[in-house]
């Protein structure tokens, strides 16, 4: 497969990592349907309860936390639409997408190595199947640039 193929197959599962994220945060937390017990719910409490001035706002760990939680959402579907358009960029321009497409590998590493330490399978699994996809694009669009490069006869030659 080309490498571009890999990258649009990277931007779909992040982008049905990004749904099953929304979902989760929007049936979850946002909810509370994810906090049946009394004691669950009195961490929560305790989370909304908490406030503290920050730079000249009153926030509570709550605040901070959905924050974090949406833009998590933010950032995953950036991701998403920046791998499709290194897919684009890729056909025509290997050489110019290969840095970029490190970058973002290298990145969804470090979120598949969070994604084992502080969560679960479930999104673990989802950004290694990402970095998987990523990673053969890096390596196929490392081959075909420089298979596209002219060989030292043939320049020499003009």
Wanted: proline share 3%; net charge positive; charged share 10%.
């Amino acid at each position: 497969m080309n490498h571009w193929i890999w990258l649009r197959v990277a931007a779909v599962l992040q982008a049905l990592g990004t749904t099953l994220h929304t979902i989760a945060t929007a049936t979850g937390t946002a909810s509370g349907s994810a906090t049946p017990s009394s004691r669950e719910q009195a961490v929560l409490e305790a989370m909304r309860g908490f406030h503290f001035d920050i730079m000249g706002a009153s926030r509570s760990v709550w605040d901070f936390y959905r924050g974090y939680e949406i833009s998590i959402t933010v950032l995953f579907a950036a991701l998403a639409v920046l791998m499709w358009q290194l897919s684009s960029l890729s056909r025509g321009e290997p050489r110019k997408a290969l840095p970029l497409i490190v970058t973002v590998l290298v990145c969804t590493i470090l979120l598949d190595v969070l994604s084992w330490t502080y969560f679960f399978a479930g999104p673990g699994v989802m950004s290694a199947l990402i970095g998987l996809c990523l990673a053969v694009a890096a390596v196929t669009s490392y081959r075909d640039s420089h298979a596209r490069l002219p060989s030292a006869a043939a320049s020499s030659a003009i």
